[in-house]
């Protein structure tokens, strides 16, 4: 069994960045792909990005692209989603989650282990 837990949320002003992390306990990630996920109110949760267990496939959500940054740490059992040029559409609970799937996936549905969120606020 794997525990998520995600941190690094808060309220930062548009255009600000934040760095979300996600550390996993209980049982190695490190031959799982990890994605994040977000998901704002009054609408259905979205791909963020992804990341192969080895780290060197990534994958974006078009809206993320080129501001977001997915990487992972497997000493240190974590991912982490750099968040920069923050926007207020950005405002969500992120979500991450491994996949016992080979390839990093974007439907969440694939998905077999989930933290429990972190509220992401951008203001204008």
């Known amino acids: 069994q794997v525990q998520l837990v995600e941190s690094g949320g808060g309220l930062v002003q548009a255009g600000g960045s934040l760095r979300l992390a996600c550390a996993a306990s209980?049982?190695?990630?490190?031959?799982?792909?990890v994605g994040w996920f977000r998901q704002a109110p009054g609408k259905e949760r979205e791909f963020v990005a992804t990341i192969s267990w080895s780290g060197g496939g990534t994958y974006y959500a078009d809206s993320v692209r080129g501001r977001f940054t997915i990487s992972r740490d497997n000493a240190k059992n974590t991912v982490y989603l750099q968040m920069n040029s923050l926007k207020p559409e950005d405002t969500a609970v992120y979500y991450c989650?491994?996949?016992?799937?080979?390839?990093?996936?974007?439907?969440?549905?694939?998905?077999?282990?989930w933290g429990q969120g972190t509220q992401v606020t951008v203001s204008s």
């Open positions: 209980g049982r190695t990630i490190s031959n799982y792909p």
């Open positions: 989650a491994a996949s016992l799937l080979a390839r990093p996936q974007t439907r969440g549905s694939t998905y077999d282990y």
